[in-house]
């Protein structure tokens, strides 16, 4: 059933509560992909305290959440959204009210209220697989927010594809070409074959809670492709997952119409990735007045 937004239902849009976490977790599961793990307090800890700024924002920011509550105060709906003192653009990091288009429409219309002073608005702007989401918006998956962020004022486009790969229970060992070293961050593995002494293919591996994990980088150098090395790179990371416990591998490959990416997808899909949908990203801008935006002193804005 629809859920009504309006006074006269009870329902309110209202900052979220410690009280609010099981209903928080159950909205993000529901629109969980395959081969992304549940929702954790952890993992949810981890989301609210938002992406790290880049080095030349000086003012850190941490997400603002909202949660649209019915008239019982339950979450029917959960929306993060940022913006910093010193950079005038804002950013809608996640949505989830179980694909019903009114509570979309209400909590982007909030954020969209509360994020006014930016010219600029992103959304579901590109990134790795991270704590609630593979990134962008999966456009298929989740089709009525991708409507409701349109028919809200936002353009998107298509930045990516998130593949997925259920690993056999007893894979066949993989010929072993590359150094494995661990990897800080993302905590993991990097893989790297060397000619020479001078490494021409990298991969980076991370395995995840609930016996998944994610695949953060593969590359070969251009004077040293199409000779197969990244099919035995990816083999050797793949089998070092699945030692490790992991049944299922997700990642994201650029969908631009490029060579590189094209090749990439072949070789994934050679190795049994499938292709789960497409990742989109929005942007949103306002027309600033005749009379331009007010200026604080000592402010920079960006273009």
Request: charged share 20%.
């Amino acid at each position: 059933m629809a859920f009504s937004f309006s006074p006269e239902s009870g329902s309110t849009v209202r900052p979220y509560r410690p009280e609010d976490e099981p209903g928080a977790r159950e909205l993000i599961d529901a629109d969980r992909l395959p081969g992304q793990p549940h929702c954790t307090p952890e993992r949810l800890a981890a989301a609210r305290r938002g992406p790290a700024s880049p080095a030349h924002w000086a003012v850190p920011a941490r997400p603002q959440i909202s949660v649209l509550a019915d008239a019982e105060d339950c979450p029917h709906g959960i929306i993060a959204y940022l913006s910093w003192t010193d950079v005038h653009t804002g950013v809608i990091c996640w949505v989830y009210a179980h694909e019903d288009p009114p509570a979309l429409r209400a909590l982007i219309g909030h954020a969209l209220g509360a994020l006014a002073h930016c010219p600029q608005i992103e959304a579901f702007v590109g990134a790795p697989p991270g704590p609630l989401g593979p990134g962008g918006l999966p456009c298929t998956h989740r089709g009525a927010t991708h409507d409701a962020l349109l028919q809200s004022g936002f353009t998107g486009r298509c930045q990516g594809c998130y593949l997925h790969c259920a690993l056999p229970a007893e894979p066949s060992p993989a010929k072993l070409v590359a150094d494995v070293f661990p990897c800080d961050f993302p905590t993991g593995h990097r893989l790297i074959i060397r000619e020479s002494a001078e490494p021409v293919a990298e991969a980076v591996v991370s395995p995840g809670p609930g016996r998944t994990a994610t695949v953060y980088w593969i590359e070969t150098l251009p004077t040293c492709r199409r000779r197969g090395l990244g099919r035995k790179l990816l083999s050797q990371a793949l089998a070092l997952l699945a030692e490790q416990g992991a049944t299922e591998v997700a990642l994201v490959v650029n969908d631009a119409p490029h060579p590189d990416s094209q090749a990439a997808r072949r070789l994934f899909e050679s190795l049994g990735f499938t292709l789960v949908d497409q990742l989109w990203t929005y942007q949103h801008r306002r027309t600033p007045s005749p009379r331009g935006l007010p200026r604080e002193p000592g402010v920079r804005r960006q273009p």
